[in-house]
């Protein structure tokens, strides 16, 4: 809960705008290309129980999204002007998740009980097997209300805060970089500093939520989600809301919730395949606004991705990798350098804003220049809130506001100042 409140304000306050002034795409494409690159790790644990149903799952998928990219189905419609009708629409692409869980558990269902598939509980097939995990929905109760302080009373400990907080301001340079790709996926302009302010703000406040009630997680982005919208090309937010209501009402209802529990792990883990390689790819993508013929840059990615995999390996693989002589500091060091992204998004960032190089060279012109152009304002409203985005340009108080609209940042309006006269800006942040 205490970790959740730091995190709330280190949105509230704009302190996250003010490091967005040093985070750049040279610094976005490591750190995030280190998460999909760790995120390979779930979906071979998901999908090891099956490799067959797993791959079977992904290619329905890739088929659906890619191979079928360019067609659209023709479905039943009504509205106003047309009444009846066929209506040109991509449904395959959609749905295509929902389609390929339902093909691979259809799949799942058959090998099942055509007894292909192991019924010993030790065997990892077991877990491919439909009726592996009934017992949960047995086992849950039909209604379940969590309320604060059901597991008992809060209590604190100096060493599992400081652990808290280590994966507090890791998560916050995650959900920076998610952000963005979030936004790339959308088509969007990469979003403005009250939008990120706001972001971290309200993640931090459900993780202290979350700790109130007794989850034992914090709430933060997660590149697989990115990854389907791209598949779906589905991002509008009011999806996205109803899709928490949805959560909501499957979380008190304990046996519609418990259904969702035995999907086969092999499903899970073809549709992980797709949505997270699509996630890399995306991240990838950010690397049309830095100069690709600049040996800064390349050798900037090349080394925190190289050093992004080598330390949290070394950490990982040796049984007393610091001793500092202090058990706490070897902790802190060893979830700081354990984590890849921490470890190449750090390097990334401090190579970035010491070595030598133009904006321009490192990719700020061309966000800025997506941000302040004209053709784009409406996307930049997507940023906005509800009653607020009609009173922030009369109101000078809401300029203020670290995560309100119409908040204004000194750097980057610095910046849009520069792009909108199109100088070649040759400035080093240092």
Known sequence: MLAGIVHFLIGATGIVGVMMKFIGPVTIIPAMCLVGMVLF??????????????????????ILCLYCDK???????????????????PLHKVFAILFAIIFGWILSDILTKAGVLSANPQNSQYFARTDSRFHVVHSSSWFYFPYPGQF???????????????????????????????????GLPPPPSHAVNRGIMIEGFASCLAGAF?????????????????????????????VGVIFIVFGVLGK???IFVIIPYPVLGGVQIISFGIFIGLVLSNMMYIDMNSSRNLAIIGISLLFGLMVPYYVSSSKKPFDT??????????????????????????????????LEERGFIAWQEITVDESNEEKADSYGLPFINTTNKKSKIFQYIPFLPGYVSPTLSCRSRCCRHKKNVDINIA
């Open 152 to 186: 008992g009373p809060p209590s604190f400990l100096a060493s599992a805060f400081v652990g808290f907080i280590i994966a507090t301001m890791t998560s916050i340079i995650d959900s920076i970089g998610d952000y963005y790709a979030c936004a790339r996926m959308c």
């Open 325 to 358: 002589g202090y058990v706490e500091l070897n902790n802190i060091l060893q979830t700081l350098l354990g984590n890849a992204n921490f470890v190449g998004g750090a390097l990334a960032c401090f190579l970035d804003n010491t070595v030598p190089g133009t």
């Open 214 to 242: 007794g989850a034992g997680h914090g709430t933060s982005t997660y590149g697989g989600n990115i990854g389907a919208i791209g598949i779906t090309k589905v991002g509008s937010r009011r999806v996205f809301q109803m």
């Open 71 to 89: 067609l659209n189905c023709y479905i039943p419609s009504w509205n106003k002007q047309k009444h009846c009708h066929l209506m040109n629409y």
């Open 256 to 258: 519609l919730g418990a």
């Open 41 to 62: 790790k779930v979906a071979t644990k998901f999908s090891e129980s099956h490799w067959g149903i797993a791959l079977s799952t992904a290619v329905f998928a890739g």
